[in-house]
């Protein structure tokens, strides 16, 4: 450890409890994006995040969108040093439902060493270690080895709208571009989780997905089904024909060309998931199921990180209420979607789903298919050159070498990155699976805070020394 490294990570020991104090105001701002009557919030949010880049001497800014505003900041530039985007989101996810929480979502509550918010892990406590590692740099050093550029949106937990038009250079100002803005070597995000308690995690794969809603309209109104079952096509049987031949009793998809474009495991994947002893027994009680299923052939791990699924989202049709109604329903629908591996596009799926819903689909019915959204999977190479800086920072931080995983969930973000900008992303999570994003009573550990934001110091000098040596 140089003397420069030992003076930030004292530093970052020193403040520590003034960094946690820092992430509990920041989770009273209730920066809910998806609905209206947090607008106020989420501003205020994004203002807190600018002041802090302010502090730290950095260029910084907001950049108003169709939606709500994108911080952006960045240091100054080190000649002859890589550059870093950091990407991260402030808004969260609605708190609901309200009643299932154990304290108010937006009056941090510490306890067991966590700390419990609606955005403590997604992504307000993971985003800040980044912030708060530059400032044990900007402290002890006056400047960073290498110049970081953060990109931070307000609206990931409801589109990203404002973020794409803002790739695409609707936004653009000062006559600079955003693709000549967000140039840079590597991104990096911190949303996400690390394999287990005490197993820290790089994930170098992300699933993609296609989402749809399916629409069936069968007889003009709801029909008595005495008088007319039998003679008159159900919208309700039909939808569950249609859905259940999209997928096999081995857990196969039955759509026309969906597995051309998969890209099989490799063997070494395969023993670095059999070397992590998944418990599938332990994982089995904590869901309350008996049994995992799934595409035959394959383990647990291997179906969640690296086989492409489908599931039923949401289903509607009749009657719902109290007690019995002997209706045939005239309409019926369903929310339904794809989680895809790498090199299978969401254009290509969507057109043989097309094709097998209309061969399944009986007389009598009109089918409306809606293309909800969808965002093709990610892939880096475990040989890439950032992988073992990046492995050599959480080691120092975490104290234990990182696992290379992937991840069953979708950050579209990331491949509009590579497609758009032309740089990969490294995913650096210092969740658990267990934080509850989305949930209520979502956490992050404490302990998990303070050693991400020392990973992440390490982080930026083992970048800055990669075309130095």
Not at 92 to 98: E, I, K, R, S
């Amino acid at each position: 450890m140089t003397q420069q490294t030992a003076n930030i990570q004292n530093y970052l020991d020193e403040q520590a409890g003034r960094f946690q104090n820092e992430l509990c105001d920041w989770l009273r701002m209730a920066s809910v994006s998806t609905d209206s009557q947090f607008a106020d919030h989420v501003r205020a949010a994004a203002g807190w995040l600018r002041q802090r880049f302010d502090d730290l001497g950095f260029q910084s800014g907001l950049i108003e969108t169709c939606g709500h505003p994108i911080v952006y900041a960045e240091s100054p530039p080190v000649p002859g040093a890589p550059v870093v985007l950091v990407y991260g989101h402030y808004d969260v996810q609605p708190p609901d439902p309200l009643d299932l929480w154990h304290t108010p979502p937006f009056e941090p509550r510490i306890e067991d060493g966590k700390v419990f918010a609606r955005g403590a892990t997604d992504d307000k406590g993971q985003l800040l270690t980044h912030v708060l590692s530059c400032e044990g740099w900007m402290k002890t050093a006056g400047a960073l080895p290498l110049q970081i550029k953060f990109l931070i949106e307000g609206e990931e937990e409801c589109g990203s709208k404002g973020l794409y038009e803002f790739l695409a250079g609707k936004y653009d100002g000062d006559g600079i571009s955003a693709h000549d803005r967000l140039a840079a070597d590597i991104c990096v995000i911190s949303d996400s989780s690390q394999y287990a308690p005490g197993m820290p995690a790089i994930t170098y794969g992300l699933k993609g997905i296609t989402y749809y809603e399916l629409r069936l309209d069968g007889p003009n109104r709801d029909l008595h089904s005495g008088t007319f079952g039998g003679s008159v096509s159900n919208p309700a049987n039909a939808l569950v024909k249609i859905l259940a031949g999209l997928i096999d009793d081995a857990g196969r998809v039955q759509i026309p060309g969906f597995y051309d474009d998969v890209i099989e495991l490799t063997e070494r994947e395969r023993e670095e998931y059999r070397s992590l002893n998944f418990d599938d027994a332990a994982a089995r009680q904590d869901l309350a199921v008996d049994a995992f299923t799934g595409e035959a052939g394959y383990s647990t791990l291997e179906r969640r990180w690296a086989r492409p699924t489908f599931d039923i989202n949401g289903l509607w049709s009749g009657y719902q209420g109290e007690g019995a109604k002997t209706v045939l329903p005239a309409k019926a629908g369903a929310k339904f979607s794809f989680r895809l591996v790498p090199d299978q596009q969401p254009e290509k799926i969507k057109a043989g789903l097309e094709r097998r819903i209309k061969e399944l689909c009986p007389p009598g019915i009109r089918m409306e298919l809606i293309d909800m959204h969808g965002a093709p999977g990610v892939l880096l190479p475990i040989d890439s050159p950032f992988m073992e800086p990046a492995a050599r920072a959480i080691e120092a931080g975490f104290g234990t070498r990182p696992v290379f995983i992937r991840c069953g969930g979708s950050i579209p973000v990331v491949g509009a990155f590579k497609e758009m900008l032309g740089i990969d992303t490294l995913l650096l999570g210092w969740g658990q699976d267990d934080d509850n994003p989305h949930s209520p009573n979502e956490k992050f550990s404490l302990e998990d805070f303070q050693r991400g934001i020392k990973a992440s110091a390490c982080l930026w000098q083992e970048i800055a020394d990669m075309k130095q040596s």
